[in-house]
């Protein structure tokens, strides 16, 4: 039975997948604008006049990209790339891979990400056990529903009002970028204390806006073990109030808070884009807002894709966990 | 978030049965006392809404676009939030920019409930295929993110766009969430008794719809209202703040991507960022607070955990 599930998924995935994917490839084209002529514009406009043989660069990026052929011919080919994970040549930054840009800004998006939200994760999920633990505690009966409140306020305005007092008022970090101008990329320390010193006002905000997420799920989560029998067996053992909070409790109900964290994990770069955007970071989000600038169709596939696929198999692969731990959603999906 | 500590006082009242029944006016008053945060976010809401409302009386809608006051002006008396680099009148920038994104929210959540209720309503209602094929099609898009189709799209017509296309644009993503929620919900109330009277007493699907489920609902449907108008500012801002809005319309998100574009931060025109900013966030909170309120109203069981 759990056999027949899985293929269920899998085939729905692929199902999935292919809609997205060609969503993908339709929208970009439903503007009148051509990106071989955006990048011919670009050219001429950057070189003497009269240099840039116009009509002649039109017809052979058109025939390289094969922007000549019928709509359906070139989605067809579109989605046997997509297939094969081939993602092309960007049409701006000819003869760059699409792989390879993308290669090159993720290191940066997820660097930032996944620490932030691992930051936001932790220290929610311990923020929002200690209040249902420690009911007693008015610091932390006054600091979980400050931190949802702002949870609510989307996180690049939280990083621009921290870009506002820190970076602007008080000049303890920069208004911006992955690293100072002056500095030279490389492994050393000097750059990575650098890029360090960029990345804590993006990262904060991440982790500002997040936290009540976490405490939110946590919360709940507790309350609901608190009732259950086991807690009761445990205090009539005359376990130390320690060990109950760490080994019944909190184990029990972290669970959800590691799916709900995996399921994240698939969003991160849709969620990075503003904020590069906010603090001029490199990374997934100003490739993909420049290939929209210049509608270079192919990166933009690109990284959407790579997106759309990392939250469907990030659903899929919840999908299947959940049957094996959870008896009840097992019984459900028959 | 104060719901749970205020809700013993809530059990009596609800056990007082209908014959001595609060007055509507009273039941009110003892809701917002058990949920206070209801009456601030409203409160929240209502005062951005009158600022922008007033503040229309006393100044020019033509004053907020460029060259309509000497450019990187401090506060004065005579522009009272001071000007941006190109010369939009900063007062006049938040008090029509404010409204345009509120308008723009309420529009979108409206059209996001009305098509994602009615989906979710027939989706649940009727099953079989209708419900495979609606819930395929809602699965999809939920994968597809969100922003990146909006991006896509308002760059495909960046040309021309206004408040009111950019209301329709994000509107047209936002009934995923309200069709899911609300199919969910009515999954649940199908099966109950009060629906079975009325269909064993010959009401048709779309009579049990209206009459029986809808009113039934109404509190659900109204917090999904106010998370859809949330989501669509939400995804405005973010839109405009790429760049990607109504190049001419003041709005509060087309004014942070000015404000950035422009380096405000780095020219420290101070009274250039912060309105903005204060507006939004206030926005935000108000729909949070107002929705926490709502809480109790949508998901009674609520009431009853203490």
């Known amino acids: 039975m759990y056999l027949i599930y899985v293929l269920r998924r899998f085939v729905m995935l692929f199902l999935v997948v292919i809609t997205a994917a060609s969503l993908n490839f339709f929208v970009p084209r439903m503007s009148d604008k051509n990106p071989v002529l955006e990048k011919i514009t670009e050219m001429s406009e950057s070189s003497a006049p009269g240099s840039v043989d116009m009509q002649n660069l039109l017809t052979v990026f058109n025939e390289r990209f094969g922007l000549d052929r019928p709509l359906w011919e070139q989605y067809l080919s579109y989605i046997g790339d997509m297939l094969t994970l081939d993602l092309n040549y960007s049409i701006t930054s000819y003869p760059t891979r699409v792989a390879d840009m993308i290669a090159q800004a993720l290191p940066w998006t997820l660097g930032l990400m996944v620490t932030a939200t691992l930051i936001a994760f932790l220290l929610g999920t311990v923020l929002g056990a200690l209040t249902v633990w420690r009911k007693d505690s008015r610091l932390l009966q006054i600091t979980v529903p400050v931190v949802m409140v702002f949870s609510a306020i989307p996180f690049y305005l939280i990083g621009l009002v921290l870009i506002y007092f820190l970076a602007y008022r008080a000049g303890w970090f920069p208004i911006g970028g992955g690293y100072s101008i002056t500095s030279f990329p490389g492994w050393n320390w000097e750059f990575i204390a650098d890029v360090m010193r960029h990345s804590i006002l993006p990262a904060s905000s991440i982790v500002i806006a997040s936290i009540g997420i976490w405490a939110l799920g946590m919360r709940g989560m507790m309350v609901t073990v608190q009732g259950e029998d086991y807690m009761n067996f445990a205090e009539a053992k005359g376990l130390t109030s320690r060990r109950m909070f760490l080994r019944y409790a909190v184990r029990n109900a972290i669970l959800p808070q590691i799916t709900q964290l995996a399921l994240f994990m698939g969003q991160l770069v849709t969620g990075a884009v503003l904020v590069e955007i906010v603090f001029g970071y490199p990374g997934m989000g100003s490739v993909l807002l420049q290939a929209v600038d210049y509608l270079d169709y192919y990166t933009i596939y690109g990284i959407v894709f790579v997106l759309i696929l990392a939250v469907a198999v990030s659903m899929l692969i919840l999908d299947l966990v959940y049957p094996l731990l959870d008896p009840r959603t097992r019984a459900q999906s028959h | ?306």
């Open chain 2, 1 to 306: 978030m104060t719901a749970e500590a205020t809700n013993l006082s809530a059990a009596p009242m609800a056990a007082a049965g209908p014959r001595n029944r609060p007055g509507r006016g009273q039941q009110i008053r003892g809701y917002l006392r058990r949920n206070p945060s209801l009456g601030i976010g409203v409160a929240m809401i209502a005062g951005l809404i009158l600022f922008s409302l007033i503040g229309s009386l006393f100044v020019d809608e033509r004053m907020a676009r460029p060259l309509s006051a000497p450019p990187s002006q401090p506060p004065t008396a005579a522009h009272p939030f001071g000007s941006d680099s190109q010369g939009r009148d900063l007062f006049a920038v938040l008090v029509y920019g404010t409204w345009l994104t509120v308008r723009l929210g309420l529009v979108a959540g409206a059209i996001g409930v009305l098509i994602g209720g009615a989906l979710g309503f027939i989706s649940a209602y009727f099953g079989g295929w209708t419900d495979r094929i609606i819930n395929f099609v809602t699965d999809v898009l939920l994968t597809v993110p969100a922003l990146l189709i909006l991006v896509i799209v308002a760059s495909a017509i960046k040309e021309g766009l206004t408040p009111t296309t950019m209301a329709l644009i994000i509107a047209a993503l936002a009934w995923r969430r309200p069709a899911r929620q609300i199919r969910a919900q009515v999954l649940v109330m199908r099966g109950a008794g009060y629906v079975n009277t009325a269909r064993i007493s010959g009401a048709g699907p779309f009579e049990i719809i209206f009459c029986e489920l809808v009113p039934n609902l109404l509190p659900f449907l109204v917090a999904s209202f106010v998370t859809a108008v949330s989501a669509a500012v939400l995804a405005s801002i973010g839109l405009e703040a790429m760049g990607l809005g109504p190049k001419n319309a003041p709005t509060l998100g087309m004014t942070i991507y000015y404000m950035m574009n422009f380096s405000a931060f780095l020219l420290k025109l101070w009274w250039w960022i912060v309105p903005p900013i204060a507006a939004l966030v206030i926005l935000f909170v108000g729909l949070y607070l107002i929705n926490t309120g709502l809480d109790e109203l949508s998901n009674p069981r609520l009431r009853r955990r203490a």
